[in-house]
């Protein structure tokens, strides 16, 4: 018995093993050496009988088949180079080729975590000089690179936060604060750190309620976790309330800085008052992310927060013009990844930052905004999508409208909104996110897409509205034109009745 879901995948490719024909060619060693031969056959000899192959098992495949074999699986795949990617909280960013030529330079590949120091002064100055430019944009004190993510550098603050509350004898502190608009790692972070979550709910504007904050804020609080914007692409006006409250209790501010992009050379966390912050350099320094490649999410702290951060920091010896790493961390959290962290992530982040220099971030945040705007102007209008909170002002570098009014007209959900957006060569929107909003569909389109990119996208969307109005079932059965059909959900992800994917295989369709 097969699923609906596979059922409706139309088009599975087949594995290269499958592909596999006896005979055929697509390498040409040359001759071996026969003095080479010779010894490799007096090594083998001294391998035990039990354990030599004679078959390897691999595929057999000409040269164009290969290539056309990964030409197809890539064809398959979408990403920030296929097209408009608009995943709102996700900075789904074009990442620039140059950064990854740079990076393939073998003084970056071929390097050693453990090779000396002096060989590797230039990898050192590479990081040393990041941080000074992440110290600018931020207004922190020192940055540790380890965290390989967002959600591992929360983890990692919540534990500065905590190793810094018990140094001052404040062990009382057991409760993070979180707003209900907050991304699902901002809370996990905190529980993972030992914390117990109190939730302060949104205003009508969207921000964090004052004057519930007051309330439920006492000293057993020992911090706040918030990004600003927020989810919903609001600025919190009244974050110096906040710092205060917060403050007032000996508590600390965590900035989640997944939502930087929009204030990039316009407002600093450290500025606003926050002690502590995570980048995503794999968003806002638009390194490639999700299947693209690793993350690096630095954790930069204030002053009096440094001695807490994990080992080793780089340094610089002025007096020696060396670069060094400092392993004399007493106070420190500890170590949270190998070494210091994804390093071909930081290049790549360096070489953006040298690219696009202090003015061009400002543009950056400014047309990331512009952009977001401008589309949130034109769908607004459109049947069926509404705006909540705060309908009079201005986003930042994102959006998020509901589609509830569509769900009550027309049966046609976000899901099958964003269903549909993949049959005309689209990415989905981020849906369902923030829970504090009916049939969200957060939209990010970032400062890399032309206006002529937004109107299209925007074309597109209005026709799908017109359809879930003329035709609903179009859209519900939506997506048609890729290659794999709707999924079933349920049975995609529940363990007992996931199809194991030999049966996947074996019951494969092809058009
Ligand atoms: C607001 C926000 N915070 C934190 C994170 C976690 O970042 P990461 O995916 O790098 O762990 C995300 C990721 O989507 C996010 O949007």
Request: hydrophobic share 35%; proline share 6%; glycine share 8%.
């Amino acid at each position: 018995m097969i699923s609906n879901g596979y059922r409706q995948a139309r088009w599975l490719e087949p594995t290269v093993f499958e592909l596999s024909r006896s005979g055929a060619v697509g390498v040409d060693f040359p001759e071996l050496d026969p003095e080479l031969e010779k010894s490799l056959k007096n090594a083998f000899k001294e391998i035990p009988e039990d354990l030599k192959r004679n078959d390897l098992g691999l595929p057999e495949l000409s040269e164009l088949e290969v290539v056309r074999h990964f030409t197809r699986l890539s064809q398959m795949n979408y990403g920030v180079n296929s097209g408009m990617y608009p995943l709102g909280s996700c900075t789904m960013k074009y990442n620039p080729a140059i950064s990854e030529e740079l990076v393939d330079d073998e003084r970056i590949t071929y390097i050693h975590p453990l090779q000396p120091l002096e060989t590797i002064q230039g990898c050192l100055e590479i990081m040393w000089r990041l941080e000074q430019i992440l110290k600018e944009i931020t207004g922190m004190a020192r940055f540790s690179f380890q965290p390989a993510a967002g959600a591992h550098g929360e983890f990692l603050g919540c534990l500065i936060i905590r190793a810094y509350h018990r140094d001052k004898g404040m062990l009382h502190k057991n409760v993070m604060i979180v707003p209900d608009s907050a991304h699902g790692t901002n809370p996990a972070s905190a529980a993972m750190a030992g914390y117990e979550v109190r939730v302060v709910k949104s205003d009508k504007d969207g921000c964090v309620d004052i004057e519930m904050l007051e309330k439920i804020v006492d000293e057993n609080v020992a911090g706040i976790m918030l990004t600003n914007p927020n989810t919903l692409g609001v600025f919190e006006k009244n974050i110096d309330k906040i710092v205060d409250i917060i403050h007032g209790v000996d508590g600390l501010l965590y900035y989640d800085g997944a939502n930087l992009n929009a204030l990039l050379g316009k407002v600093r966390p450290a500025d606003m008052g926050f002690d502590i912050v995570h980048l995503n350099l794999h968003k806002t320094f638009s390194t490639p992310h999700g299947g693209g490649g690793p993350g690096s999410g630095p954790v930069g702290v204030v002053e009096k927060l440094v001695d807490y951060l994990p080992p080793p920091l780089v340094e610089y010896d002025e007096k020696e013009d060396i670069f060094y790493l400092d392993y004399n961390r007493p106070k420190s959290v500890g170590k949270i990844k190998m070494f210091y962290g994804n390093f071909s992530v930081l290049v790549k982040a360096y070489v953006y930052l040298l690219r696009i220099g202090g003015e061009g971030l400002v543009k950056v945040a400014e047309t990331s905004v512009l952009a977001s705007n401008y589309l949130l102007h034109k769908i607004r209008k459109l049947k069926g999508i509404t705006l909540p909170y705060a309908p009079e002002s201005p986003r930042k570098h994102e959006f998020v409208v509901s589609l509830s009014k569509l769900y009550k007209e027309t049966g046609i959900s976000a899901k099958d909104v964003a269903k549909r957006l993949l049959d005309y060569g689209y990415h989905a929107p981020t849906i369902y996110f923030p829970t504090i909003v009916e049939e969200a569909f957060m939209i990010e389109p970032t400062e890399s897409e032309s206006k002529k990119e937004i109107d299209n996208f925007y074309n597109v969307l209005s026709k799908i509205i017109e359809e879930a109005y003329e035709d609903p079932e179009k859209i519900k059965t939506a997506p048609h034109n890729t290659s794999v059909g709707r999924v079933d959900e349920f049975r995609a992800s529940h363990p007992k009745t996931m199809i194991p994917s030999w049966r996947i295989y074996k019951t494969r369709e092809r058009v």
